[in-house]
């Protein structure tokens, strides 16, 4: 049920399959989506925030408990001259079999636990040991609990959260460059739509010359005009030829510049790859700039990143100020104590010897008993640096750098309010842009339409006609640039406002994990 939702669109996302060695229409929301699938930068980008989600599961990981054991075997021999020892036996033999197992560890509060269980099995012939073997177990519990410096300010606390910090700006840094990715297709794909635009400009210019050419010969033939007419006829056509190439040459390096961004091609795409975008054309846009700003400071990453900054500013100078205290430990333990084996039937001074007290696992048995040997201890223990040279410097250092991330974080806010109000103002502008070269093509086309009706009533010449045409050409290319800074102008204002996403229908949360 959960997979499904995000299956199915899927299904309606373009592959480059679809594209490559192919002439193909291709639409701005299909741009960017072959970018967010194909794009190499964008790859490597993911893998930020994949690997400082992983640095917040280290962190944590120094709260897991550690289970640990040992294993150790002991032969002596020890020369003795005691009248306690039966027989005087000059050396003394002993073996000893020690198993410690126990679980440790750190709560984020800054509280240590240990528990700790050992058993001891020891055969030797020394008389003064009454039970062979002997069996002796010792389970211990130990609590340490900071009250002063390191109680929830500790090493590992604090790096869990700082690590959530950094993995916070890894995603905002990974959305900022998704933002970017974004933009830079739909600036790259409106410059391609406008590439393309400016070709069938060129060669309709080009038409246009070669019909003049074509009809200056055949009045030429006639004899109603001189040769010096087709020869500027001819002129006009050779210019025009340029003009075509110079427009191919651009669409191309336009259409290069796309197909890396969304297809990641290889050598042989570049060639075999024709992208056909739709043409540039004007869409409306209301933007107010009250409206933007509060989007941008609520949405902007590199806002969100720098609030960041901050709070990791914050929390080490809470760090450092708490290392400045002294150290105030409270501790406490528990153990209980267990003895077992068979006796050696050997008494001292005149006493019975000591009777069996059962077998190795009965040496647990007392463990839960009233009549077992359970220990206890409570303390405290006080550290006092003097003068505290070392600490009282990192807090003053903290204290800096929190001064400086604050200071950096109203440097962005300024800058964002800047990208905003310029995004804005130049969107307006190219409105009034567009509008200037829709009058301009308007009106060169009425006056070139005027001077070829002078030329068939034989009142204007080729050369005139091709100037009039020229500048129709410009008027046009005019016409193309402005629409395609008025999209571009639409993208950075979205892009300014931290809505591209948002509009493009694009998940950040979805695309980290692509």
């Known amino acids: 049920v959960l997979i499904a939702p995000s299956v199915a669109p899927a299904q309606d996302l373009p592959t480059a399959e679809a594209y490559l060695g192919k002439e193909t229409a291709l639409s701005v929301r299909d741009a960017v989506f072959l970018a967010l699938q194909n794009n190499l930068d964008l790859r490597v980008a993911r893998t930020e925030p994949m690997i400082a989600e992983q640095g917040v599961r280290q962190a944590r990981g120094a709260f897991d408990p550690v289970l ?288 069996d007290i059962g077998g190795s696992s009965s040496t647990f048995d007392r463990f839960f008993r009233g009549d077992g040997a359970h220990s206890w201890s409570l303390g405290a223990n006080v550290e006092i640096p003097f003068p505290n040279t070392t600490a009282r410097a990192r807090v003053a250092q903290r204290r800096i750098e929190l001064r400086r991330a604050k200071t950096d974080l109203h440097r962005v806010d300024q800058q964002v309010i800047l990208e905003v109000r310029v995004a804005v103002r130049l969107l307006r502008s190219t409105i009034d842009a567009v509008e200037a070269a829709e009058r301009r093509v308007a009106a060169q086309e009425e006056t070139l339409r005027a001077e070829q009706e002078k030329l068939r009533l034989g009142d204007s010449t080729p050369h005139d006609v091709l100037e009039f045409e020229k500048d129709l050409v410009e008027a046009e290319r005019q016409q193309i640039l402005a629409l395609q800074r008025y999209r571009d102008a639409i993208t950075a204002v979205e892009r300014s406002q931290s809505t591209l996403l948002e509009t493009s229908g694009i998940s950040v949360a979805e695309e980290r994990v692509r």
């Not at 001259?81 to 709560?107: C, F, H, K, R």
């Not at 090493?155 to 959260?161: D, P, Q």
């Not at 794909?189 to 069938?200: K, N, V």
């Not at 929390?315 to 205290?325: D, P």
């Open 68 to 355: 640990f054991a040992s294993y150790r075997f002991n032969h002596d021999e020890n020369p003795v001259a005691s009248p306690l020892q039966v027989g005087g036996a000059a050396l003394v033999e002993a073996d000893e079999w020690n198993y410690t197992s126990g679980l440790g560890g750190i709560v984020p509060l800054g509280l240590n636990y240990q528990s700790t269980l050992n058993q001891r099995r020891l055969d030797s012939d020394l008389s003064i040991v009454s039970l062979e073997p002997e069996w002796r177990a010792q389970w211990k519990s130990e609590l340490t609990l900071p009250l002063l410096k390191d109680f929830i300010n500790n090493e590992a606390n604090v790096t869990v959260k700082r690590s959530r910090i950094a993995r916070n700006i890894s995603n905002e840094d990974f959305r900022r460059r998704l933002i970017d990715l974004v933009a830079q297709v739909e600036s790259a794909y409106w410059e391609l739509a406008a590439a393309r635009a400016g070709q069938r400009v060129e060669q309709k210019s080009l038409q246009t010359a070669q019909d003049l050419l074509e009809q200056t010969r055949v009045r030429y033939e006639v004899g109603v005009v001189s040769k010096v007419l087709v020869t500027q006829a001819e002129a006009g056509v050779a210019e025009r030829e340029v003009e075509a190439i110079i427009a191919d040459n651009r669409a191309a390096n336009a259409q290069d510049a796309l197909l890396n961004l969304v297809l990641a091609p290889v050598a042989a795409d570049f060639a075999s790859t024709v992208l056909l975008p739709k043409d540039p054309a004007f869409i409306a846009y209301d933007v107010d700039l009250a409206e933007a700003l509060e989007k941008a400071q609520n949405l902007r990453p590199e806002l969100e990143a720098a609030k960041q900054q901050v709070r990791d500013a914050e929390i080490q100078l809470a760090f450092a100020e708490n290392q400045r205290l002294p150290r105030l430990d409270v501790t406490g333990s528990y153990q209980m104590d267990g003895l077992s084996g068979k006796s050696k039937g050997i008494g001292f001074f005149g006493q019975p010897p000591v009777p």
